[in-house]
């Protein structure tokens, strides 16, 4: 059965993105089937094409817009119920360019049948959803945390669950930051400004997930490689001056021989010799 969007969806946005058929419209947004543009099914509230609806059988082991859904209104369709089989067979027609492997991922199989799409796209979270309520109060951006250091650095570079998330809203276009360890999708959080919602989708979640991790994987090869060559120069530095070293003893056991302090015993000479 293809999956519906009741009246209780309160516009934000999140699920658009999310869909691998580009199903999901805006209210009051034609949609686009096999090229034709269609007038919108709803005026007020997203919608979901069923023709271009696969029930995400073919990418991800579950609807990604109900994963990110923060009021839970997507939902199967008790009225358009649907097999696996014409599933994956509208996936191939709505994508004939990509190629779908027998075990293409799927909400039907058992354990989902792999969170990695045959398509290349990024599977949803498949975490349990949080609910506004289990949104941290954001900070303003203006305030990063004192976050403790990573070990390698004398910087103050914050651990990944620590990053402070820079947040715009859509409303005030007012500026705040959360937590990575609480940017997740489906979260909710209220712009501390004007109370407006934002909710994290999973694509940007991954987003900023790759790119804290890709920050993090090179810093870490950076600075082990710097300490490398800083090992190295302390060696050459180390051996450098054990040489000199080594010419100053030498040259002041030579000067011993050559110079006699005054009032040193010196070998008297025979008067009338
Ligand atoms: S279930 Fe999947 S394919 Fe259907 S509308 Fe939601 S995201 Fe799109
Ligand atoms: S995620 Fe849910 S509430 Fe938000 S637009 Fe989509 S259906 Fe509506």
């Not at 271009?52 to 994963?67: I, P």
């Not at 097999?83 to 075990?103: C, M």
Request: net charge negative; proline share 9%.
């Amino acid at each position: 059965m293809a999956t519906i969007i009741t009246s209780e969806c309160i516009n934000c946005g999140a699920c658009e993105p999310e869909c691998p058929n580009t199903a999901i419209y805006q209210g009051g947004v034609e949609y686009e089937l096999n090229g034709v543009m269609h007038p919108p099914l709803s005026n007020d509230i997203f919608y979901i094409v069923p023709e271009k609806c696969t029930e995400c059988v073919g990418f991800f082991d579950q609807e990604a817009c109900a994963v990110v859904c923060p009021v839970d209104c997507c939902v199967p369709d008790p009225q358009r119920p649907e097999s696996e089989d014409a599933l994956i067979v509208r996936a191939r027609e709505l994508h004939p360019d990509k190629t779908f492997a027998d075990g293409f991922p799927s909400r039907f199989k058992e354990g989902g049948g792999g969170a990695a799409s045959t398509a290349g796209e990024a599977a949803p979270a498949a975490t349990a959803k949080p609910t506004a309520a289990a949104a941290p109060a954001p900070v303003p951006a203006a305030a990063p945390a004192a976050a403790p250091a990573m070990e390698m650095s004398t910087l103050n570079i914050p651990t990944i669950e620590e990053w402070e998330v820079p947040i715009e809203c859509h409303h005030c276009k007012g500026s705040y930051a959360v937590a990575f360890r609480h940017f997740r999708s489906g979260v909710v959080f209220y712009c501390p400004f004007c109370n407006g919602s934002t909710v994290v989708t999973s694509s940007m979640r991954n987003y900023v997930a790759q790119s804290l991790h890709t920050f993090y994987d090179q810093w870490a090869h950076d600075f082990e490689v710097f300490q490398e060559k800083r090992q190295r120069q302390l060696t050459e530095f180390e051996e450098r001056q054990r040489e000199r070293l080594e010419a100053l003893n030498e040259s002041l056991t030579q000067a011993r021989h050559d110079y006699k302090p005054p009032g040193a015993p010196r070998k008297r000479a025979w008067i009338f010799g």
